[in-house]
């Protein structure tokens, strides 16, 4: 889980203080990239924000791996980039995903190299998704043969 914890939080980024999401239609956004119970106008310390990302990824992974055919088989690095996909897209994305389908195939290459598909919210490329999409992918696939 801590290299979930370092890939995920590496990329969402920390803040602890209640903001609308410009990428999530405005939606209250705080700590890392979290929306479940929080509205504008509350923080948080920066210990509050690291226990909420460990639960959130807890259970995201518990969704993840609910939509993976055999997830005690995917490879630890692919594992690892699936879940920071699941965390930033949502676990139904996620499971509805080429990146799930070529997964449940045991085709880890093929869904390494599908996450770079997911970089438009709201239909709109982003750049800042481009850039961690490449960094899902690259950490992925480090853990393919």
Request: aromatic share 8%; proline share 6%; with cysteine.
């Amino acid at each position: 889980m801590a290299s979930a914890v370092a890939l995920v939080g590496g990329w969402e980024g920390l803040r602890t203080v209640v903001y609308p999401d410009r990428l999530a239609n405005g939606i209250p956004t705080v700590c890392f990239d979290e929306t479940r119970g929080v509205k504008l106008g509350d923080s948080y310390t920066v210990s509050q924000c690291q226990v909420m990302l460990g639960d959130a990824l807890i259970e995201f992974e518990a969704g993840m791996r609910k939509c993976l055919v055999s997830p005690d088989a995917v490879p630890d690095k692919p594992y690892v980039a699936f879940l920071s996909l699941s965390y930033n897209i949502g676990t139904g994305a996620f499971c509805g995903s080429t990146v799930a389908r070529k997964a449940n195939a045991g085709d880890y290459r093929g869904a390494c190299n599908a996450i770079p598909m997911w970089n438009r919210p709201s239909g709109k490329v982003v750049p800042g998704l481009i850039n961690r999409r490449a960094d899902e992918q690259r950490f992925c696939l480090e853990g393919v043969r």
